[in-house]
């Protein structure tokens, strides 16, 4: 049985007007703040952001309450979401540029 508080995985696509808006560093200064690890890049459809959050459940669904909303000057149109244990292999969390 998974305990409430074991980590777990999200991985996220937000689509959207969500490049060039502030996005990225948002999301990346929120995970930062609830302790989260993974990453967060744009996607190469340049409506997207896809982002891998790893931490406490409850963490991760504050996390993805300022998704939904994102920084002023952000349009989020729909979010595809996965669930998973977390793998513990992130040392912290950041912007992933390709």
């Given amino acids: 049985m998974t305990s409430a508080v074991e980590p777990r995985c999200v991985h996220l696509r937000i689509s959207g007007r969500v490049q060039g808006v502030y996005y990225r560093a948002s999301m990346l200064q929120k995970a930062q703040q609830l302790g989260l690890t993974g990453w967060v890049m ?40 996965g669930r998973e244990p977390a793998s513990g292999e992130f040392d912290g969390f950041g912007i992933v540029r390709s």
Avoid: Q, Y
Avoid at 51 to 73: T, V
């Fill in 42 to 81: 744009n996607a190469d459809d340049e409506r997207a952001v896809d982002l891998l959050a790893e931490g406490p459940p409850k963490a991760l669904d504050e996390l993805e309450l300022l998704i939904r909303r994102g920084p002023s000057g952000a349009h989020v149109d729909a979010i595809e979401c």
